[in-house]
């Protein structure tokens, strides 16, 4: 935490201020460490502060309770500053048993604060917990300032007039721990009040048992003198631009974004899936907007979720689907099919650690090579990539922009991190969007269905049952123009360079690579893609307040490659390209650019930390 001054709060209670604050709230899966997060974040945006979040699940199911194997996490950076990243180490640790605290206790930065269970700290969860002998007593946690507190006793009193079961009691520890939180950073608690009457109005006594502990766990805290609190903290506001907010996760924008890509370009959405982590929460969020005409089908697998959109788009609908790296690799024949129909397709994957069943959970930049070269034949299509949780809004428009006008698929990547993670959005006004309305083919007249616009090369979009425009496609190769059954060598030429030339097109219809921040030429660039953004940019905006001669340039447009990024690269002594993976847009730029682009890779499941970039950063300068 970054201290600056003392203030105090509207009852007099002594409080430091601070730019900024990372908390992280860890415990067993089944105690509600997502719905704390979430409810700490929704307080804290309306407080007014900048924010980012990462939630940090467990891959088991239902792990044993009180096991290293089930400890689930949420970590919130939140300031008066502008924040790009969930933060590197953080302030608190909120460890609501022994597991929690042994599996993130070394992400704490040292003299951090520990809010610790004490109740939990049995023989018992120790042993599972792989601990030896009990931290809170054998001096392991001199570099930090513990809060022993017997939480899972004083819950249960809290909730006791209610009449529930222990197990249910144990339930309500969450809140407990919230209410004290909440104290600590001066948080109010009428907002996460409002949202428990609203979610248990069917059981009242439950809303009631979860406010009593959200209250007590609040007057604990102001008792501070007994409960062993040192210090209390302030964070002003953030300066934000004026607007209507709303906290978002990446999945939310990402479906809201589908949806007004496709009223821009006046189709409706057919949204085909298979659940996978962590895609789901796409088609969770789509499921909830039939009002705007969307349907979204469940498939028996990912095969038939794919085939299922292609039908959709070769009917008149925006087709759809999304997936993981797993998911999208038995999706790879039928992604092959929408390429040789040349039909729009929006193609998601939220990628995860792979290979193969990898970290389901954990979040990995990985399939880049999966997206720009993983299909049999040449069979390019446009791959975009967002950068966090509100860009996914902006760039699934432009997803639906390209695949219309080109008629190709194009995919989208995200990554588990961003789909998950939460920050501020400035809702936007759609109507202020330019449209791109389709205009399907209806004359008959010289119709074919693999004529092509001079301009785009992209083919008539034909409805089936359109007088006169009857025609079949399929993954045959076809004759350019009629769309018959071709196997002509010189006719298989024409057609692949055809299909290569549409997308390699699309480069003049996508705006130039800027900088994002740093000079156009220099010493040093630091290129990224998707959510390595926020840790990049806060990298460099540090070295260049200390003089750094760097630069951070950061690509939406993974393929084709935007039309300057070469003279742009060409223009800096050298390029790193920090990436969740064992360097792939590295090899990309090598191979576009025959630049000497220096990889900076981590495949550890966990977000890069802004200190590692600043690390790269210095010795690449130094060199």
């Not at 001199?142 to 079961?165: N, P, W």
């Not at 760097?550 to 490659?561: C, G, Q, Y």
Request: some cysteine; proline content about 6%; overall charge negative.
């Amino acid at each position: 935490m970054n201290e600056l001054k003392i203030k105090s709060d509207p009852v007099s209670v002594p409080r430091k201020e601070v730019a900024s604050v990372v908390i992280r709230f860890a415990g067993d899966s089944g105690d509600g460490i997502q719905i704390t997060g979430s409810r700490f974040t929704d307080t804290t945006a309306l407080a007014g502060n900048d924010l980012a979040t990462f939630p940090d699940f467990p891959a088991e199911i239902r792990a044993p309770v009180g096991t290293t194997f089930g400890v689930s996490a949420f970590q919130i950076n939140f300031g008066s500053r502008r924040i790009e990243t969930a933060g590197d180490d953080p302030d608190v640790l909120v460890a609501l048993n022994p597991a929690a605290l042994m599996v993130n206790l070394a992400r704490l930065k040292p003299g951090g604060m520990i809010i610790v269970d004490s109740g939990t700290f049995t023989d018992r969860n120790l042993k599972k917990a792989g601990y030896l002998a009990n931290p809170l007593e054998d001096q392991s946690l001199e570099a930090y300032s513990v809060l022993e507190i017997d939480i899972t006793k004083l819950v249960l009193e809290s909730v006791k007039e209610f009449g529930l079961s222990q197990k249910e009691g144990l339930r309500c520890k969450n809140f407990w721990v919230l209410g004290l939180v909440y104290w600590i950073y001066g948080r109010d608690r009428g907002d996460t009040i409002d949202w428990l009457k609203r979610k248990f109005a069917k059981r009242p006594e439950i809303a009631d048992a979860n406010i009593a502990a959200l209250n007590a766990g609040h007057i604990y805290g102001e008792a501070s003198e007994t409960a062993g609190i040192s210090e209390l903290y302030s964070i002003p506001a953030a300066e934000m631009s004026k607007g209507l907010y709303r906290t978002v996760t990446g999945g939310e924008a990402l479906a809201w974004g589908l949806v007004a890509g496709a009223e821009l370009a006046n189709l409706k959405v057919f949204f085909g899936s298979y659940p996978i982590t962590p895609a789901s929460p796409v088609l969770h969020s789509l499921a909830k907007m039939k009002q705007f005409g969307v349907k979204t089908f469940q498939a028996e697998d990912e095969i038939a979720a794919i085939c299922s959109a292609i039908g959709a788009s070769y009917a008149g609908s925006l087709g759809i689907t999304s997936s993981s790296g797993p998911g999208i690799a038995l999706k790879g024949e039928a992604i092959g099919l929408a390429i040789s129909t040349e039909l729009p397709l929006i193609i998601v994957n939220s990628q995860r650690a792979g290979p193969s069943t990898g970290l389901p959970t954990k979040t990995e930049q990985s399939d880049l090579y999966q997206a720009v070269y993983g299909r049999n034949g040449d069979a390019p299509l446009v791959v975009l990539a967002a950068h966090g949780p509100a860009d996914c809004f902006d760039v699934a428009i432009e997803a639906c922009r390209l695949a219309t006008k080109y008629m190709t698929p194009v995919m989208l990547l995200t990554d588990g991190y961003i789909g998950n993670a939460a920050e501020p959005w400035l809702i936007p006004n759609v109507a202020d969007r330019e449209p791109f309305p389709v205009a399907f083919a209806t004359n008959p007249e010289g119709f074919a269905p693999f004529n092509r616009d001079p301009e785009t090369l992209a083919r008539p979009w034909a409805i089936p049952g359109t007088p006169g425009l009857e025609h079949r496609v399929g993954g045959i190769e076809k004759e350019e123009g009629s769309g018959n059954i071709s196997y002509e060598p010189a006719n298989h030429q024409q057609m692949t360079d055809l299909r290569r030339d549409k997308i390699l097109n699309i480069a003049q219809d996508i705006p130039e690579q800027m900088v994002e921040n740093g000079e156009t030429s220099g010493k040093l660039a630091v290129v990224g893609w998707g959510s390595t953004y926020g840790p990049i940019s806060r990298a460099v905006d540090n070295k260049l307040a200390e003089g750094a001669k760097v630069s951070h340039i950061h690509l939406r447009h993974i393929w084709p490659l935007p039309r300057n990024l070469g003279d742009l690269l060409r223009g800096f002594d050298k390029v790193i390209v920090p990436e969740m993976n064992d360097g792939q847009l590295k090899t990309v730029l090598r191979d576009q650019y025959l630049i000497d682009a220096r990889p900076l890779t981590k495949v550890t499941g966990q977000p890069f930390k802004i200190s590692e970039i600043e690390r790269a950063i210095d010795a690449a300068l130094e060199n």
